[in-house]
């Protein structure tokens, strides 16, 4: 079946770095963008933004501008998102979600990883 | 950036009762080339990630119990449960995706009275 399966919880010091990985299952991974969404504890949902995964373009919220990169590796199906500067308020449950190429709403989400980030 | 600003915060509701949550985006989500809006509804449950329910505002996605359903005016958008069951206590958040960065309301929780 589709899948998005998510790598697992990190705990990170302020000013580190982290890297969690998505890998897609159950259909063809370069056709569908992937999505990267966060959830602070007991807060919504925020977007942080996108890679195609057949041309490697991305897109990312202002507010991540130069904080976020988002890669892929085709042949093992897998999207990684790396968020670098962490502070507390980086503290979060983070989603990738993949956009159905009819109009790129969210269709299928992976489990999510919990980054905590704390000194 | 477009805003999307939900209503009630909280919803508590009886069993067999309809439950409707409000979305109102701040600048339109039509597209005029295929007069679609681009605004999805999600369901999330507790310790779980969210689950599409609605998209192009009034579409039903595949699976989803024809109780849920969305509609659309101007810039207004509602997703009604039409019967309340039991299994429907979530947040509901309702989100944008006609233009980056993609925004979703501030999310709607719903209870059962």
């Known amino acids: 079946q589709v899948q998005l399966e998510q790598s697992g919880a990190e705990v990170k010091k302020p000013g580190a770095s982290v890297k969690v990985s998505c890998k897609a299952s159950?259909?063809?991974?370069?056709?569908?963008?992937l999505h990267w969404v966060r959830q602070a504890p007991g807060q919504g949902l925020e977007w942080m933004g996108w890679i195609n995964p057949n041309t490697g373009g991305t897109n990312y919220a202002q507010r991540f501008q130069g904080r976020v990169t988002v890669t892929k590796a085709t042949s093992i199906s897998t999207a990684y998102m790396e968020l670098s500067g962490l502070t507390s308020d980086d503290t979060a449950v983070y989603f990738c979600a993949r956009g159905h190429p009819r109009d790129d709403s969210f269709d299928v989400w992976g489990q999510g990883t919990i980054v905590t980030v704390s000194s | 950036d477009i805003v999307m600003t939900q209503s009630p915060d909280s919803l508590a509701v009886s069993l067999g009762e309809r439950a409707t949550i409000n979305c109102k985006s701040s600048?339109?989500?039509?597209?005029?080339?295929?007069?679609?809006?681009?605004l999805a509804w999600y369901q999330q449950k507790v310790g779980q990630p969210p689950k599409l329910l609605i998209y192009?505002?009034?579409s039903r996605e595949s699976g989803v119990p024809d109780r849920f359903s969305g509609s659309a005016s101007g810039t207004d958008f509602t997703l009604t449960i039409s019967s309340l069951q039991a299994e429907d206590v979530a947040v509901y958040y309702c989100?944008?995706?006609?233009?980056?960065?993609?925004?979703f309301g501030q999310g709607t929780k719903l209870e059962i009275k």
């Open positions: 600048q339109s989500v039509l597209y005029s080339s295929n007069n679609k809006n681009y």
């Open positions: 192009w505002a009034s």
């Open positions: 159950g259909y063809t991974f370069i056709g569908y963008y």
């Open positions: 989100q944008q995706y006609y233009s980056t960065p993609y925004s």
